[in-house]
């Protein structure tokens, strides 16, 4: 089973900041926090990865709480492109990527 | 560079035949992974390859699936005889060794057992 709680779904005005919440009570302290997405009839696409500090690429930021048990995935601009499944997942880092998926939540950008 | 691809991208086939999927990753990717989405449920892993070898296959989910890696660079997933229940999309995904390095997808390859 997955080890994080996402939920079903979530709207946000094109243009605004979509922030995704996941809840991840049991993560160990070995274990990072990723988030991908599907949009509908592609294959998953990456976005960020973090273990405790809070991380900033091309795409989106990542908060994880200072006791790691939940974090925030941020769009800063959400685009109509941005409607997607995402999943947030954690990872034992090097191990064998047998990543374990959820549900994860569906975000509508909405015009 | 040139992404994971998988063909075919559909493939529609009645109950008992053999069906091959096929999965190219990123040139220079020595691991290969195998994961697929049934009718309304999560994406599950199947198997993880580096290189040639099978490193970790306890999610493939009987022994009417094969997959094969030969040289390490390309690889296929051979469902034979088909069932109903194998309907789903099926992801190829693939990464450099070492670091923390993400997975990389394919578009999957959608199939569909009558």
């Known amino acids: 089973d997955a080890k994080t709680t996402q939920p079903p779904s979530m709207d946000c005005a094109e243009g605004r900041a979509a922030n995704l919440p996941c809840n991840h009570s049991?993560?160990?302290?070995?274990?990072?926090v990723y988030w991908y997405r599907q949009i509908h009839s592609q294959g998953p696409q990456y976005i960020i990865h973090g273990l405790k500090n809070n991380e900033t690429n091309e795409m989106a930021s990542l908060i994880i709480t200072e006791d790691r048990k939940s974090s925030t995935l941020i769009l800063p601009h959400a685009t109509l492109r941005d409607t997607a499944v995402y999943y947030c997942?954690?990872?034992?880092?090097?191990?064998?990527?047998?990543?374990?998926w959820g549900a994860g939540t569906k975000l509508i950008i909405k015009p | 560079e040139a992404g994971v691809t998988q063909f075919p991208s559909h493939s529609v086939i009645e109950k008992g035949q053999t069906v091959t999927l096929r999965c190219d990753p990123i040139?220079?990717?020595?691991?290969l992974y195998w994961y697929r989405r049934v009718m309304g449920k999560e994406i599950k892993f199947l198997l993880h390859?580096?290189?040639?070898?099978?490193?970790?296959e306890s999610g493939m989910p009987n022994n009417r699936f094969l997959a094969e890696r030969t040289g390490g660079t390309y690889s296929t997933l051979k469902v034979q005889p088909a069932e109903l229940e194998d309907s789903g999309v099926y992801f190829c995904?693939?990464?450099?060794?070492?670091?923390?390095?993400?997975?990389?997808f394919g578009n999957g390859t959608r199939l569909t057992v009558t």
């Open positions: 040139s220079g990717h020595d691991n």
């Open positions: 997942i954690v990872r034992v880092y090097n191990s064998n990527y047998q990543l374990i």
């Open positions: 995904a693939s990464r450099p060794t070492g670091g923390n390095s993400p997975l990389h």
């Open positions: 049991t993560i160990s302290g070995n274990e990072y």
């Open positions: 390859f580096v290189k040639e070898s099978k490193q970790d």
